[in-house]
């Protein structure tokens, strides 16, 4: 069964800085990685997402990198904002039981930034 | 990707009462997911709806307490039946497309008093 986990669970950093969240996960054998912003009280919005052929990919200030050998993905994020503040969710996409394709989450990095 | 509607986005309800939440979807998908966030955790994820044949349920939740139709390919709609205060959380559907782009509802956040 997958697991994925995220370190840390919450972050704090000055605005401006940059910053990286760590997503790890059992299984290998997944078909993509996603990672989710969530606002407070909030549904999810997908940020990046990472086939599992892909090592990186990029969307404005964010970067996200995959490396399933070692069951690690990174969301790097440059030069952080106030408006950044956010849970970040990382899931992985495997076969569940019923073959199904499903999400298997993190529990999220609560990231705030100050201004 | 696809845009989805979820209704409610909140609602207030008595224990033992039922809440149905509905998700409209913009285009025909093949797979909708429900999920669950109880309060500072992470999704959980409730079953999988399936057009025209029952939802397939993950362990810990039944088709008893979690009901789920889905007439159509655009769209589903989850009951929480005979709600008690540990039912209080989010619930999302999700939508899974193209390279499996996974898209959510906005949630609905139930509080049960």
């Known amino acids: 069964k997958q697991e994925v986990t995220q370190i840390p669970a919450a972050l704090s950093v000055p605005e401006g800085e940059n910053l990286v969240l760590n997503c790890s996960f059992t299984d290998s054998a997944i078909y993509n990685l996603q990672w989710f912003r969530q606002d407070p009280g909030k549904g999810l919005t997908s940020l990046l997402l990472i086939q599992s052929s892909q090592r990186e990919q990029t969307s404005g200030r964010l970067n996200a990198s995959l490396d399933k050998s070692s069951g690690r993905s990174t969301l790097y994020i440059a030069a952080s904002q106030p408006g950044d503040s956010a849970t970040y969710l990382c899931a992985a996409s495997t076969i569940s039981s019923g073959s199904a394709r499903q999400l298997t989450f993190g529990s999220g990095t609560q990231l705030t930034v100050l201004p | 990707s696809a845009v989805i509607s979820q209704k409610p986005s909140r609602d207030i309800c008595q224990r033992g009462t039922s809440l149905t939440i509905q998700c409209q979807v913009d285009?025909?998908?093949?797979?909708m997911f429900w999920y669950r966030q109880q309060p500072g955790q992470s999704l959980t994820l409730i079953a999988t709806?399936?057009?025209?044949?029952?939802?397939?349920?993950e362990s810990g939740f039944v088709i008893d307490k979690f009901p789920i139709s889905r007439p159509n390919l655009t769209f589903s709609t989850l009951t929480v039946s005979n709600m008690s205060p540990e039912d209080s959380s989010i619930y999302l559907c999700?939508?899974?497309?193209?390279?499996?782009?996974?898209?959510f509802g906005s949630g609905t956040r139930l509080t049960v008093v």
């Open positions: 285009s025909q998908v093949t797979m």
């Open positions: 709806a399936n057009q025209g044949s029952e939802a397939t349920y």
């Open positions: 999700s939508v899974g497309q193209g390279a499996l782009r996974y898209t």
